[in-house]
């Protein structure tokens, strides 16, 4: 069980101070990079109304933005690891930050919804190469002991761009155009540019001869994502198995992953660092940040979705209780890496599953006796709850990979959390909408759909915390019969 200790991983980074400071400059330019990235698609979500007007699509048609930026995101993940290797970290972050800005400004140029949605999906490829740039960046770029503070900014970051988003985007919508929510991305992926480039320098240019790709391998995965990203996201307004187009596009996502998994058994170029599957800490935070990511953004889809049916509450309403999580959520952050240091590395993870499931459950509660009070305290222990959840389970994936494990790593933790929560959404909008149809509508009725499907989201949280204090408590146990 040493594999499960939090500085069990070899390979530190170099602690030079000089190397430092620039390691720092390049993963605070990646992490702003990740902020635009994530930050444009929240504010495309606040600003779809004047979108759709904008290039005269009808009210529904809105949707693929969002489905074309996801799927370009889905489609980049598996690629990006390779991409990486060819090209090194300076050229790389050149190239994906200016083919996401050179995209923004394109996108003022569309007439019409098909044209925005090609260029979306090209954002998304961005998007997708820029998200794990981040995490690569702090693990080969800091030393292990500031991994903690690293990922503790990344969260506060990720946490920000869903309270900012829409705020901003629709601030830019009413005082300018649709056109001002892309003109923003020019001056962030400056910052961006300019940090990464100080920080990215020194390092030497990669050697693409030296770096063998199973295209196969890419190829599989790349349409595997993308067919199944489609599905979670278009899958219930089609119909799910009622639609041919789904049926073909599952047996399609289940013949693409027979193929990765063969050809990376048998390939001398995998894709995906096989040695990080056999770590049982690795997998298990994989595998708990794919259900937390999911809880997550069930509960961010259903708590606008009870205040609107079952409350009447207005935008103004709902932005005013999701921020309470968001700014929680962002303060709290700031004093993880201080926790992290003083408590054991598990037992956080577990306090902050047991805060969120908590707070989660007091949205099972509100639903039938709705108090401000109530929902300041469920959303202020979910915040706390997120961010002693989400970013150690960051150090516990990455503390565990050496360096040269970086891209790997990071392919297989963003896959996880993107997976994750679109299946989150998906089977909370679906059984949702599903108990919704299912019951003679009454006024009590509706507050009984949601307070099940919060239940569900508490349980599945309070699962994860307990899995990693049974974790704790056996590596302890381990501990002592060796002693002994």
């Not at 690795?282 to 606008?304: D, H, K, Q, R």
């Not at 992290?340 to 459950?361: K, N, S």
């Not at 516990?396 to 896959?415: D, F, G, H, K, W």
Request: proline share 4%; charged share 10%.
């Amino acid at each position: 069980m040493a594999d499960l200790e939090l500085d069990a991983a070899p390979g530190a980074a170099p602690r030079d101070a000089a190397f430092a400071r620039q390691g720092w400059l390049a993963v605070l330019g990646g992490i702003v990079a990740v902020l635009m990235s994530v930050m444009d698609l929240q504010m495309m979500n606040a600003a779809m109304a004047q979108i759709q007007a904008g290039v005269h699509a009808p009210l529904g048609a809105g949707a693929w933005l969002s489905s074309a930026y996801l799927l370009g995101e889905a489609a980049m993940l598996p690629v990006s690891g390779m991409l990486l290797a060819r090209l090194g970290s300076a050229r790389y972050a050149r190239c994906f930050i200016l083919l996401f800005v050179a995209v923004s400004i394109l996108c003022t140029f569309a007439t019409g919804m098909t044209g925005l949605a090609v260029l979306r999906a090209a954002q998304g490829l961005a998007s997708g190469a820029l998200i794990p740039f981040a995490y690569v960046l702090i693990i080969q770029r800091l030393p292990r002991d500031e991994h903690a503070r690293a990922f503790a900014v990344f969260g506060a970051t990720m946490a920000l761009a869903p309270t900012l988003g829409p705020a901003v985007g629709g601030a830019l919508a009413a005082l300018f155009d649709w056109r001002a929510l892309f003109y923003i991305n020019v001056p962030i992926g400056a910052l961006a540019l300019v940090l990464t480039h100080a920080g990215l320098r020194r390092l030497p240019a990669a050697d693409a001869s030296a770096q063998p790709v199973d295209w196969r391998s890419v190829a599989t995965l790349a349409v595997a994502l993308g067919a199944l990203q489609f599905v979670l996201q278009e899958g219930r307004g089609l119909g799910w198995l009622d639609s041919p187009l789904i049926v073909a596009l599952l047996s399609l996502a289940g013949l693409m992953l027979v193929g990765f998994v063969g050809s990376e058994l048998h390939s001398t170029r995998a894709l995906v660092d096989r040695g990080l599957l056999r770590n049982p800490q690795f997998v298990m935070a994989c595998g708990a940040n794919a259900l937390a990511c999911g809880a997550t953004f069930a509960s961010y889809f259903a708590i606008p979705y009870f205040l609107i049916s079952v409350r009447g509450a207005g935008p103004q309403q709902i932005g005013q209780v999701i921020m309470l999580t968001g700014a929680t959520q962002f303060v709290v952050l700031w004093f993880t890496p201080a926790i992290v240091r003083r408590l054991p590395l598990f037992i956080t993870i577990a306090l902050g599953a047991g805060l969120f499931a908590a707070g989660t459950f007091g949205w099972s509660a509100l639903v039938e006796h709705y108090t401000g009070a109530g929902v300041a305290a469920a959303q202020i222990a979910r915040g706390v709850g997120l961010s002693l959840l989400l970013a150690p389970l960051c150090v516990a994936a990455t503390t565990v990979a050496e360096p040269a494990q970086a891209a790997s790593a990071s392919i297989l933790y963003n896959m996880s959390r993107s997976l994750g929560g679109s299946l989150g959404v998906t089977l909370a909008a679906a059984g949702i909408d599903a108990a919704w149809a299912a019951r003679v509508v009454s006024p009590g009725s509706g507050a009984t759909v949601f307070a099940h499907a919060f239940g569900w989201m508490g349980a599945v949280v309070a699962a994860i915390g307990a899995a990693f204090c049974i974790a704790w408590f056996a590596r302890r146990a381990n501990v002592h019969s060796g002693e002994r």
